[in-house]
């Protein structure tokens, strides 16, 4: 693996999880350096962190907030 692509994995702490939870982007690494950035969208979607799961989860918690607030009524 170069050295841009581990600096890039140790800089970014959820790199480095989903590269420790999920072991076979090692090899593509090595094969592979700008498959970095693949493996970035792939963590992202991993985690739920892309703009569509953000969003989602500000739908479901106004959604229970406004449960919330019809049961007080």
Do not use: C, G, H
């Not at 590269?19 to 970035?40: F, V």
């Not at 569509?52 to 959604?63: A, L, T």
């Amino acid at each position: 693996m170069e050295v841009k692509t581990i600096q890039m994995i140790k800089s970014n702490p959820i790199l480095y999880r989903f590269l420790r939870e999920n072991s076979s982007w090692y090899q593509r690494l090595n094969r592979n350096s700008n498959s970095i950035y693949e493996m970035e969208k792939e963590a992202k979607k991993y985690f739920k962190l892309t703009f569509s799961d953000r969003f989602q989860k500000v739908v479901d918690n106004i959604d229970m907030i406004s449960t919330f607030m019809d049961v007080l009524k």
